[in-house]
């Protein structure tokens, strides 16, 4: 497994590899790496000849608030998980490297990225949607792997690949969870003891969205309500949002017809952890 820091050399790898007719899978990430992203390799790795995973702290989706210094970083243990997974090669560039001085060219989109995150979070999907438009041109997939935790940025993925004509499949893949149900996440690490048992009570809440829904229930309001009043028996809880929204257009809805996510966004301390469930 190589590491890479440098995009020529990146690219060197990739013709290589396209001269010879291998396909390319590709998983980008933030690093401190975790079962889940785990999960996106072995799938990559099933379907794909080579596997580059990118390890890279985009300052570009974080606000002025936000974790972007004290984000958790481990280089060497990301690299035994992904030689564990099978993966040819890491992407790990210095800010530096992906954006040059003078950096002024951004992917924008409208719609999709209102609420949720988006909402929450103004100046995220800019810089999601920008390092993975460069990305996708550094290392020229044929696949690209995301997890279905970040289910609008999955969405806004999609669309973004769709609408600017990429030439690569964009696959999701199942949440992973900790025994108790909770989301694996890098920044579960900054939960306390306590704000960890009672961070449970963000998976047991899409439990009961499902819950509801299975029982019947189709007004959106009524799942947002239960939600949040057993969200709100954890006293450590501060939520951010609770929105049932069309998988599609992430736009909210008021009945469930055929298909909507629930998703939400909880702070427990220095952490702001997210869930989702599709309901069909």
């Not at 696949?143 to 030439?167: C, P, S």
């Not at 229930?217 to 799942?223: D, L, N």
Request: hydrophobic content about 40%; overall charge negative; charged content about 30%.
């Amino acid at each position: 497994m190589k590491i890479v820091t440098k995009i020529t050399e990146v690219r060197e790898e990739i013709k290589k590899w396209k001269k010879e007719g291998f396909s390319v899978g590709f998983v980008p990430t933030m690093g401190y790496l975790h079962e889940g992203h785990k999960s996106l390799m072995t799938a990559a790795r099933a379907n794909n000849d080579k596997v580059v995973v990118s390890i890279f702290v985009n300052p570009m989706q974080f606000g002025p608030t936000e974790d972007l210094a004290n984000y958790p970083r481990d280089l060497e243990r990301d690299s035994l998980l992904c030689e564990d997974a099978g993966v040819d090669m890491i992407f790990h560039p210095e800010a530096e490297e992906m954006y040059d001085i003078g950096f002024c060219s951004y992917v924008d989109m409208n719609g999709l990225t209102k609420e949720l995150c988006g909402k929450s979070r103004p100046v995220h999907f800019r810089g999601v949607c920008t390092v993975v438009n460069k990305l996708f041109h550094i290392v020229q997939p044929d696949r690209a792997y995301f997890g279905e935790k970040d289910a609008q940025q999955l969405a806004v993925i999609k669309r973004m690949v769709l609408d600017l004509n990429m030439d690569l499949e964009i696959i999701g893949c199942p949440i992973v969870r900790e025994a108790d149900g909770l989301a694996k996440s890098s920044r579960n690490t900054y939960l306390t003891k306590e704000e960890r048992e009672q961070a449970v009570i963000l998976s047991k809440s899409v439990a009961l969205a499902k819950e509801l829904f299975t029982d019947g229930e189709r007004k959106a309001a009524v799942i947002i309500e239960k939600m949040t009043q057993l969200i709100e028996t954890m006293p450590l809880a501060k939520i951010d949002y609770i929105q049932v929204v069309d998988t599609r257009t992430i736009e909210p809805l008021d009945m469930i017809e055929t298909e909507a996510l629930v998703a939400l966004a909880v702070q427990f301390g220095k952490a702001r952890l997210i869930d989702n469930i599709t309901l069909r």
